[in-house]
């Protein structure tokens, strides 16, 4: 054990690791900021969905063979957020049943895009890597940091200056429209936020573990606490801690750094469900 | 003085109209008692007086001083909101947001307002809990408390009853009426024409025929005479 805090010692002095360790902290604090408005307004998954857009946009840059993959990849997946969070009154489709469709698609569509013009000699391991986000938040370089942490500090100041307006429309969108609220604009608002943490999150855990962020530490905090405020602080301080915690476990053990997250996240979700329960915090 | 004056309007959606050649207005200190049959377009009139929808034809008139948003509204609750973790004061706090004017934060104003619609509404006791653990007449209280944050003019109500025992319904109507009867406008959704007799002085039949007037009159219509010939009856 002391061989092994003794190597993070070692490890925690290169600069990838630092890299790592402030992209983490970061992406873990936007996606939990806009988790609990997206579990409250049914759209769990979205996280899911997006990142499989994004994997396929990916793909479609890959192949295309564009130098910057960020041109392709930001707008299809920002134009995908504002379509699946469009909640019209008479939507044809149930916002969980279209994000399902598009989610399956555009994994299917990227994975056969990298099948059939393969741009490297592995294939798998590059839709693994993908996917499950491997070494890529090891391999960050200093402009990625900065594009992270600006974007970051966009994400934090938009939801503090709209943090009244995001409840009203969450808790009770007619309400928020008919007092004279821009709910539109505000579920537009939160459409390009959520996209723009999912393209910045693929290079923590990858797309399939982008879910875990954004619902993990919502649920876990809203198992105790009871008001939109605590919930938010309490989701985000959770969010925070565990990919700190995962990313230097990941780097103690030599273990994937997103599983190491999400495990970690699950952990906590128990321990604080039961809390709950003990406390009698949720009522059924 | 006239508040709302709404004339010839059709209301529906694009593949046809729910309600036709519709006239009437709402003086201050109205209470006007909306009742008809479910599917009679109580609901997408509803939405067209709040401006959530367009009417497909003719027109709503606001009184003079009385914008969009002067209309508050107390909601049929969404499935959404059983879960959601919020307290009673973020909710109620929440009615002070308006279209008007961009403040990103709460001014101490906000805060007045909502302190004193909690206390009219009595939940000073509840302030702090969760909105999700109240009971359907505690929750209606809030709602309550947080359309009157947003008005003192008119107050819209969508089935307030629905759900809640005789007692904390009999409750709830008598909260409405002293409201009404502190001049708040009120316009109230129902299909328990029983209360809308009681505590309105106007009411508005859609659905089949048409009605518009006093509950006297409205006593004495084909329509109300058909709703005493099922009260005799009970």
């Known amino acids: ?284 | 003085m006239e508040q709302l004056r709404c004339e010839n309007l059709t209301l529906g959606y694009e593949n046809g109209a729910i309600l036709k050649n519709l006239s009437f207005s709402v003086k201050e200190g109205d209470y006007l008692a909306i009742v008809g049959e479910n599917g009679s377009g109580k609901s997408t009139l509803m939405k067209t007086v709040l401006g959530l929808m367009k009417p497909l034809a003719g027109k709503i008139e606001r009184g003079e001083g009385l914008n969009r948003w002067d209309i508050g509204y107390l909601p049929q609750q969404t499935i959404v909101q059983r879960d959601f973790p919020a307290s009673v004061w973020e909710v109620v706090l929440s009615g002070t947001l308006s279209g008007e004017k961009f403040h990103p934060f709460y001014t101490r104003s906000d805060r007045k307002t909502a302190s004193e619609n909690i206390e009219k509404m009595g939940l000073e006791a509840l302030k702090n809990r969760s909105y999700r653990e109240l009971s359907g007449g505690q929750q209606q209280r809030v709602l309550l408390a947080r359309a009157l944050c947003a008005t003192r003019k008119i107050i819209l109500l969508d089935e307030p009853v629905t759900g809640l025992d005789p007692k904390v319904t009999l409750e709830m109507y008598e909260l409405i009426q002293s409201l009404n009867k502190e001049g708040v406008t009120i316009i109230m959704i129902s299909h328990d024409v029983t209360a809308a007799v009681r505590y309105a002085n106007k009411i508005l039949h859609i659905g089949g025929h048409v009605f518009f007037g006093s509950v006297k009159e409205y006593l004495a219509s084909a329509e109300g005479k058909l709703f005493t010939a099922k009260e005799a009856r009970k």
């Open chain 1, 1 to 284: 054990m002391t061989d092994a805090f003794l190597k993070l010692g070692q490890y925690l002095a290169f600069p990838f690791v630092q890299y790592a360790l402030i992209v983490g902290v970061l992406i873990a604090l936007c996606s939990s900021l806009l988790g609990v408005t997206l579990v409250l307004k049914r759209f769990s998954f979205i996280g899911d969905g997006l990142s499989h857009v994004a994997f396929g946009a990916m793909s479609v840059a890959a192949v295309v063979g564009l130098t910057n993959e960020m041109f392709i990849v930001m707008p299809v997946t920002i134009v995908c957020a504002v379509l699946l969070l469009r909640t019209g009154q008479h939507a044809k489709m149930k916002g969980d049943a279209s994000v399902a469709l598009i989610s399956v698609f555009a994994l299917a569509f990227g994975y056969l895009l990298m099948n059939l013009f393969p741009t490297s000699s592995n294939v798998s391991a590059d839709v693994c890597g993908t996917l499950f986000g491997s070494t890529s938040v090891l391999t960050l370089t200093a402009a990625e940091v900065w594009v992270s942490v600006g974007l970051s500090v966009v994400t934090v100041t938009v939801f503090a200056v709209f943090y009244n307006r995001i409840f009203a429309v969450t808790f009770d969108e007619n309400f928020a429209k008919a007092t004279g609220i821009r709910t539109e604009l505000y579920n537009l608002i939160i459409a390009v936020v959520i996209a723009v943490v999912i393209v910045l999150a693929m290079n923590l855990v990858g797309s399939l573990l982008i879910s875990a962020l954004i619902i993990f530490p919502a649920l876990s905090a809203m198992r105790v606490f009871k008001s939109f405020l605590s919930v938010t602080i309490c989701s985000a301080i959770l969010s925070v801690g565990t990919a700190l915690l995962g990313l230097l476990a990941s780097i103690m053990f030599g273990t994937p750094v997103g599983p190491t997250i999400v495990v970690a996240q699950a952990a906590l979700f128990l321990i604080f469900w039961i809390v709950g329960l003990v406390h009698g915090g949720v009522k059924q």
